[in-house]
């Protein structure tokens, strides 16, 4: 049994060696559809989630359309969007995009709604206008809560481009999807195990980035240090 254990292991390490300059042709796919997905549903979902502390019956609609953008199956989500932009990796991101707002938005939302009353009445006190409240004091302080939902949408996100190759996407779902077809568990782990490591990476270093925004937020406010708190709101 052990021999066994480390011919597959052998076996597994040959074939990673020998398939290297494609399995990282498809690792580079796959990271660059996540970041350009996550990063148009940034730009788009902070300011969804500025616009929702404006006003609640606002925050209401927004939340509500970007929750029912997230609960649709992924692969339910890309087929409906390949019929209207057709076979490929834009459908992917896209579709990437979508499933990102709702942590994102609702994310920005909460951190802005977070926010010490006390800390916008010293800022109205020297002056501020609503804009100058809303970047010096409102957003610095809701980064904690922002980088929350980012960390969720970027595990989300990782997951979901697996199956970018159903709608005619890469990435590292194509070495997957070749094994399930031929029967090849070494493609299967080539494909799979890079997608997990790749997940775990990216939630490790946003979370530890998102401990270090709130003890720098924390040592600012003149308090003792302690865990981020911000919600997973995915």
Same mark, same amino acid.
């Given at each position: 049994? &052990? ?11 040959? #074939? %990673? ?7 990282? &042709? #498809? ?15 940034? %730009?788009?979902?902070?300011? $969804?989630? %500025? ?47 979508? #499933? ?14 977070? @926010?010490?009353?006390? #800390?916008? &009445? ?18 610095? $302080? ?7 939902? $980012? ?5 989300? +996100?990782?997951?979901? @481009? ?12 194509? &070495?997957?999807? +070749? ?8 493609? %299967? ?16 270093? $946003? ?28």
């Amino acid at each position: 049994m &052990e021999s066994e254990q480390q011919l597959t292991l052998a076996d597994f390490m040959s #074939y %990673i060696s020998r398939n290297q300059g494609m399995l990282w &042709e #498809y690792f580079i796919q796959h990271i660059t559809m996540v970041v350009i997905g996550l990063g148009l549903a940034v %730009i788009v979902g902070v300011p $969804l989630g %500025i616009l929702c502390s404006k006003n609640k019956w606002t925050a209401k609609i927004i939340l509500f359309i970007t929750n029912i953008l997230q609960v649709v199956p992924s692969l339910a989500m890309l087929v409906i969007l390949m019929l209207w932009l057709g076979l490929g990796t834009k459908t992917v991101m896209v579709g990437l995009f979508l #499933y990102s707002l709702n942590p994102i938005t609702r994310n920005t939302y909460v951190g802005l709604k977070q @926010v010490d009353p006390s #800390y916008l &009445e010293s800022g109205k006190g020297i002056g501020m206008s609503p804009f100058q409240l809303l970047i010096k004091v409102r957003f610095p $302080l809701s980064l904690t809560y922002i980088m929350s939902g $980012l960390r969720v949408a970027a595990v989300i +996100a990782i997951g979901v @481009v697996t199956i970018a190759p159903l709608v005619g996407g890469g990435g590292l779902g194509r &070495e997957i999807y +070749a094994g399930l077809n031929s029967s090849n568990s070494l493609r %299967i782990f080539a494909g799979a195990i890079p997608a997990a490591v790749l997940a775990i990476a990216a939630d490790l270093v $946003l979370g530890m980035l998102q401990r270090k925004m709130d003890l720098a937020k924390r040592k600012s406010a003149g308090m003792a240090p302690a865990p981020a708190k911000a919600q997973n709101m995915g």
